[in-house]
């Protein structure tokens, strides 16, 4: 009985799996589909490209910085044990470039834009102020949900660009004041180590980031319901489902560009 | 009833939750320029059968015919060009918290109308002067009015577009009496000067009085009395009796659940 009974519940499991995946898909593709037909709007556009890219910018330079910081001190005691202190700028730009740049972007924007998307669409839903929308003759797809997927996909990478700047110069600060680096002979070797494919992979997987954090806010706050409760269950899950999905897609995402 | 082809015309409509059945075979026409009122407690189905009409839900079964043509399963497409001829008064107001007053009432002129905004914003600050608003509110973020501003800009919202087709989700609900009776007085002038059919939902007695020229009763699922006001006061059925009287005693089991 114990094992049918266990049985049963990863059936119902794999079952709720399988509808969760085919809803997230139809939503997908109901923001895609009809988002060229006019109108068309370009201010919502705008206005979310400046809420993700222009005030996640503080908190995203301050992560950065240290991140930069950090990774110069933990590579400085790693590599003293080979000898190859030399090689820190090295390190701190391939892992900030490749990695920390867009992982931390992403899961900051996660935190800050993620929560406030998903609560504030839930509010909408649960004061049926989407369904004024429907009822105004617009499409709450082309009106809330694309403006922000495609603003997710365009301005992370932006943030990333700025992100990556500011950790390096955070392992620039330590090298130089620490570790009494050259400061010109930091930014040679940074300058000459760095390939456009570090940069340019960084940058994809940070526009793919974006839009998990934009589609996991849009998703869980348009399906929220119950009041109150329900726009705060609908923000966690947003917040918890994108950071999850960030690494499970950095992974593969870095496979993919590693052709392994 | 109506003469000619009915504005809405509603046929063996059916829609359940899960196992809870809400409408169970429901009858209506509306005709052009006609003001029905459809009464009936809390959780009998009324909202949803309005979100039914509008497309917010799809029923399961029966026909809607908005002037003739059917509109269940429309396209997305169709349904907007449809609903560019309707206007509705929420019953919380559903004002988008993150515009202005003047931007809640100009957007369907906006938005889905196309209208520059600096016009749309004339005819927003002419649709809150007829519900007794001045231009000062006009500025106000939703959250800064009182529940009777709220209505009142609800209101101007849903004739901004100037529709053929209005519904009023409970419009009196959560208002004092004198506010209730404004708004009433604003819908009922509304509705005249504008020649448009109107669609409302109530358990408000006095307000369906003054709004409606049609009442009907929804209970389990469907129509089960329809008349004018003036009938309702002899209408030889022991649920509108019980219903329209208040009583707490009588044919009708409340249902507990939402719908």
């Avoid at chain 2, 003001?35 to 497309?55: E, F, M, Q, Y």
């Amino acid at each position: 009985m114990a094992a049918l009974d266990a049985l049963a519940l990863l059936g119902r499991t794999f079952l709720k799996f399988l509808e969760a995946t085919g809803r997230l898909a139809v939503f997908v593709w109901n923001a895609f589909s009809r988002a060229w037909r006019p109108p068309f709007y370009f201010r919502a556009v705008g206005q979310q490209m400046i809420d993700i890219g222009y005030y996640s910018l503080p908190i995203v330079g301050l992560t950065a910085i240290f991140a930069g910081m950090v990774l110069a001190l933990q590579s400085n005691i790693g590599l003293a044990r080979f000898e190859a202190e030399t090689q820190i700028p090295e390190i701190v730009a391939f892992s900030i470039t490749r990695e920390l740049g867009p992982v931390l972007a992403g899961l900051m924007v996660a935190g800050r834009i993620g929560a406030s998307m998903a609560a504030e669409i839930g509010t909408m839903r649960v004061t049926e102020q989407i369904d004024a929308l429907v009822t105004l003759a617009t499409d709450p797809f082309r009106y809330l949900v694309f403006p922000r997927l495609l603003a997710g996909l365009i301005t992370l990478p932006l943030l990333v660009l700025v992100a990556d700047v500011i950790g390096i110069f955070g392992g620039f600060v330590v090298s130089v004041q620490t570790f009494e680096f050259n400061p010109a002979n930091f930014i040679n070797k940074v300058w000459d180590y760095l390939v456009w494919d570090d940069i340019f992979d960084g940058l994809v997987k940070s526009s793919v980031f974006g839009f998990i954090v934009t589609l996991m806010g849009c998703y869980q706050g348009y399906y929220s319901r119950g009041g109150a409760e329900g726009v705060g269950r609908a923000t966690t899950n947003a917040v918890v489902s994108a950071s999850i999905l960030i690494l499970v897609a950095d992974y593969f995402l870095s496979a993919l560009m590693f052709g392994v | 009833m109506t003469n000619g082809q009915p504005k809405i015309r509603i046929r063996n409509l059916h829609k359940s939750f899960g196992s809870n059945q809400v409408l169970r075979g429901l009858n209506l026409d509306i005709g052009v320029g006609e003001s029905v009122v459809i009464i009936g407690g809390s959780g009998s189905g009324k909202s949803v059968l309005l979100k039914c009409i509008l497309g917010l839900v799809t029923p399961e079964e029966g026909s809607i015919q908005i002037d003739g043509k059917e509109v269940v399963h429309i396209s997305e497409r169709d349904r907007e060009e449809l609903l560019k001829q309707f206007g509705m008064l929420f019953q919380s107001g559903a004002l988008f918290d993150s515009l202005k007053v003047w931007e809640n009432v100009a957007f369907g002129l906006i938005q889905a109308h196309g209208m520059p905004r600096k016009q749309a914003k004339g005819v927003a600050l002419e649709m809150l002067a007829s519900v007794g608003l001045d231009a000062r509110v006009a500025e106000l973020a939703p959250a800064e009015l009182s529940g009777g501003m709220r209505k009142r800009v609800g209101l101007a919202r849903a004739i901004a577009t100037s529709p053929k087709v209005i519904f009023f989700d409970e419009p009196t609900t959560g208002l004092d009496p004198i506010m209730g009776s404004i708004i009433d007085r604003l819908i009922v002038h509304s509705v005249k000067q504008m020649q448009v059919t109107a669609l409302s939902i109530t358990h408000d007695m006095a307000s369906a009085r003054r709004i409606a020229d049609r009442v009907a009763m929804l209970y389990n699922g469907e129509i089960i009395w329809d008349g004018s006001v003036a009938e309702i006061d002899h209408a030889d059925n022991p649920h509108v009796d019980q219903f329209i009287h208040g009583k707490a005693e009588g044919p009708i089991q409340m249902q507990v659940r939402k719908p």
